[in-house]
């Protein structure tokens, strides 16, 4: 079934059945490669993209949901990762294995949109559904920190 | 200079302290080190393109590797393009990611590789100029001739120096850490880009012409085989284009092999992944539990922790190490502390599922894969399949996340079983329960210890028995334990041994194998004996590792030193004011220290109970002492960070089975470590004169018991069993 999206900006058509979660509507039809796979049930966040500004765990929405939605993946943040949120990750040098930041920045992204000078209290609140298993979780909130302008209140 | 395939190289310059277990061919002596044209390539423009050799989980070798080379070949670091090498052992050396190795393995071979190309640029340059070679030097990617003011960019001898016989590594002049311009620097991750970004660069992301996409059911009971499965229906499903069963090359063996390569199951082939998982869903399948053991159906953690208690009221069955006699000296000591430790199952939990990617044309392989261990894939791959290996290329990809998941490589033998068996490009992707269902699991343990001291409250004896997973005297993997295991050797009287249960369940290494548990054990029943003995915990380990060791036999202690381990402990207690620290109710601090994999770290940590039992570990203080260089500082202390991070994961983690299989399923049932519940981390290097090691693995094992510890100057309540709501804590 043929489905129309919008995703980065862009009109794009997806041969998907309407109860295919968006992650893997991104993946294996769109081939945007950000959003990964991580659990299926919403719990590690490692599938988090923006729709209509809103951190969602595009693993357990179905696309249909979102076929009206502006729909926002890291792709999209910049065309060569100047968005302050990348900058700030470069900054600080916060990925090990990378595999959970491209859903940790979206969420990030959001928090920002919402939250522009967050503390530490709010950063913990917002990136819970974040998992990390590496461990990065004090350079992440030190860039978002740093994406905000302001030092991180503990290193 | 190009980069040819490398050949008729001596690895001989480097030792190879895993002989064993990595195939890497010997060559004939020849002029010595890894030759750098299998390293680097020198564009006209004088950039590099340097390539990584072991597989990059996250550990930051991609960076670190490239950084020896660079460093040593003196070129600018923003000159410098790390490419991921694909496998060729006997261009590269060994290639795996495991025991904290790249470091130590490649610290010398590799600024030799670097050396060796900056002498054939030197060659180059002096034979251009016509002046002898001791009048030239380097400077940042170019070659001069001070006497003459004469100089000349790599990028314009490359292809003279590609040319030249390469020099007798034995000949090269390292430079002084003084002169160092990249080595010691925090540089940040080069693959960061491409990850900020979001570009294709994980297994999971592979995509070939053509392929399909599958998923691998099997029974939740290991090796069991499939009775009925209604495979029609799922044929008629969108998008499936295949669905099978597979017997699989398991066979029964006494204890299960950590890697056994093709289970039995169900292969759904599928043009994308999501329909290979509905149709998975749709599935009605029939087991035979019992296929690989009668025995495993019955198999639970209650009956493991029962017949643990049974076997602990025994002697051990097997004596690991002795000497003195400790039976003797507990009956004559003036006192004694006695308790039972005991640790659960673990998942490794990397966040990328296992997976991997193969495609044939004509009788050639080719897999594209995450594993820690390439090498070893293409030999279970080629023996599994009846190829050769020869006929088998690697793809090395980037993993996300490994801690020694990915040393073992069945995803590898399942890919190129199914793409051989659908003639197509095939991925194999595992669901998050897959993942958790078919691991090969850290395995649980209990230990019943008894030690004496006497009048002055020093350690007479010590007595350990672990019950374990095994086989008479043998263990399943990863579940041994070390007859050098602290205090062996310190203590007058000492007894080690251990008794077996068997288990029908893969085991396997998981960051810091063994240590990840006996630290927890031994540092916390340290902690028990200096309050028995109205000691310092920390005087008293000070006291034991200034014992002169036990001279019966200490072979496998001879890589211990215990000065170093002093010397964190004492640096450790310095930064937090340890002798000073306040004794509140309801906060408290705990210190350990651990000797793995080469490093050595020592660890204090300050935790809040509050009155609900709900720990919060508010800080920890991390000393590791590496050696005389950090490499990289940015991603040492990441490797450290992410070390406590993972320590914090096992006091609240357990993996439980009942009827033979794995009960919990998704990470909704095995609660990893959030943002909220990271400590304000201190860390710190203590350098001393040795040679730089590695950092995956030390820092962690020494950080649970420095938590409980901490959790019992809180509290007084002693953690004695993981997870701690067990004892009735939680992490806050």
């Keep these: 079934m043929s489905l129309k999206l919008t995703v980065n900006q862009k009109a794009v058509q997806a041969d998907a059945s309407p109860d295919t979660p968006l992650l893997w509507v991104l993946r294996d039809h769109l081939d945007l490669k950000s959003a990964k796979y991580g659990c299926g049930v919403g719990s590690c966040g490692s599938c988090t993209v923006l729709v209509d500004g809103r951190p969602v765990r595009s693993c357990i929405t179905p696309v249909s949901a979102v076929a009206h939605a502006q729909i926002t993946t890291i792709e999209g943040l910049s065309p060569d990762g100047t968005h302050p949120v990348q900058k700030a990750w470069q900054e600080v040098d916060v990925p090990q294995c990378g595999y959970c930041q491209s859903g940790q920045i979206m969420a990030a992204v959001a928090l920002l949109e919402r939250t522009p000078k967050p503390t530490d209290e709010q950063i913990d609140t917002a990136m819970q559904g974040n998992l990390c298993r590496c461990g990065t979780y004090a350079r992440v909130r030190k860039a978002i920190h740093t994406a905000a302008g302001q030092p991180a209140l503990r290193d | 200079m ?18 064993g277990a990595f195939a890497a061919a010997q060559q004939p002596p020849g002029r010595g080190g890894l030759s750098p044209h299998a390293f680097l390539e020198i564009h006209a423009d004088g950039t590099v393109t340097i390539q990584s050799k072991n597989p990059e989980i996250g550990q930051g ?23 991921q090498a694909g496998l060729d052992e006997r261009a ?10 790249s470091t130590p393995m490649n610290w010398e071979p590799l600024r030799r590789v670097g050396a060796a190309a900056r002498q054939l640029l030197i060659t180059a340059a002096a034979r251009k100029w016509g002046v002898a070679e001791t009048e030239c030097s380097t400077d940042a990617g170019k070659v001069v001739h001070a ?19 390469l020099p007798d590594a034995s000949t090269l002049k390292l430079k002084d850490a003084r002169d160092y311009r990249i080595i010691g620097k925090p540089l940040p991750g080069v693959d960061n880009n491409a990850i900020l970004t979001g570009k294709p660069i994980f297994g999971i992301d592979v995509k070939l012409p053509g392929m399909l996409y599958a998923v691998y059911q099997k029974c939740p009971v290991f090796a069991g085989k499939v009775k009925t499965a209604n495979l029609d229906a799922l044929r008629g499903m969108p998008g499936v284009r295949h669905a099978f069963v597979v017997d699989g090359k398991v066979k029964a063996t006494p204890i299960v092999d950590s890697d056994p390569g093709m289970e039995p199951g169900i292969a759904i082939v599928a043009d994308t992944w999501w329909q290979a998982q509905v149709a998975r869903k749709a599935l009605k399948v029939e087991w035979d539990f019992a296929a690989g053991s009668e025995a495993a159906p019955a198999m639970s953690s209650q009956g493991f922790a029962d017949q643990a208690e049974k076997l602990l009221k025994e002697p051990a069955a097997h004596t690991i190490r002795t000497y003195g006699n400790a039976e003797t000296a507990l009956k004559t000591a003036a006192k004694i502390v006695e308790a039972t430790y005991a640790y659960p199952f673990l998942t490794h939990g990397t966040l990328e599922p296992q997976n991997a990617t193969a495609k044939f044309d004509g009788g050639k392989l080719e897999i594209w ?11 279970l791959v080629a023996h599994q399949l009846g190829i050769a290996e020869s006929d088998i290329t690697i793809h090395m990809v980037r993993a996300g996340g490994g801690f020694g998941r990915r040393l073992m490589n069945e995803y590898m033998v399942e890919a190129a079983w199914i793409a051989r068996e659908v003639k197509a490009p095939v991925q194999v992707m595992w669901s998050r329960e897959d993942d958790i269902a078919h691991d090969a699991y850290r395995p649980g343990g209990w230990h019943g210890l008894k030690a004496g001291l006497d009048a002055q409250g020093k350690v007479t004896a010590w007595q350990q028995h672990l019950i374990t997973y095994g086989q008479g005297q043998h263990t399943a993997p990863s579940a041994d334990i070390g007859g050098d295991e602290f205090p062996s050797g310190r203590v007058p009287n000492y007894f080690i041994g251990h008794s077996t249960m068997p288990l029908w369940l893969r085991t396997g290494p998981l960051r810091a194998p063994g240590a990840n548990a006996y630290a927890f054990v031994g540092q916390s029943f340290l902690d028990e004996i200096a309050l028995a003995a109205g000691r310092d915990p920390l005087d008293l380990q000070l006291e034991l590792l200034a014992t002169v060791p036990d001279a019966s036999g200490n072979s496998r202690l001879s890589g211990f030193n215990a000065e170093r381990l002093a010397g964190v402990l004492k640096q450790v207690a310095e930064e937090t004011g340890w002798r000073n620290r306040s004794r509140k109710q309801g906060t408290g601090m705990g210190i350990a220290a651990y000797s793995c994999h080469q490093g050595y770290c020592a660890e204090v940590a300050e935790v809040t109970v509050d009155a609900a039992n709900r720990v919060r570990v508010n800080q920890v203080w991390a000393v590791a002492d590496v050696g005389r260089q950090i490499i990289n500082p940015s991603g040492a202390r990441a490797q450290a960070e992410g070390g406590i991070i993972e320590a914090i994961g096992h006091l609240n983690l357990e993996i439980t089975l009942a009827g033979g ?11 990893l470590p959030r943002m909220r519940q990271t400590p304000q981390m201190h860390i710190s290097w203590r350098i001393t004169d040795n040679t730089p090691t590695g950092l995956g693995e030390p820092v962690m094992p020494a950080v649970i018991p420095a938590v409980c510890n901490a959790i019992f100057a809180a509290t007084g309540k002693r953690v004695r069993s993981l997870p701690i709501m067990k004892s009735g804590f939680s992490l806050a």
């Design chain 2, 2 to 19: 190009s980069a040819l395939a490398g050949g008729g190289l001596a690895l001989g310059l480097y030792e190879q302290p895993f002989r």
């Design chain 2, 147 to 165: 006497a003459s003011k004469r100089s000349l960019g790599y990028g314009e001898l490359a292809q003279d120096a590609a040319s030249l016989p």
């Design chain 2, 661 to 671: 299989r794995v009960e919990q399923t998704n990470f909704t049932q095995y609660h």
């Design chain 2, 92 to 101: 590269f050396g060994p290639q795996f990611a495991g025991g904290s190795m």
């Design chain 2, 369 to 379: 894969t995450t594993s820690q261990a390439p090498g070893g894939g293409r030999q």
């Design chain 2, 61 to 83: 070798v991609s960076t670190m590797l490239p950084m020896l080379i660079a460093e040593e070949l003196d070129v600018e670091w923003s000159q410098v393009r790390v490419e």
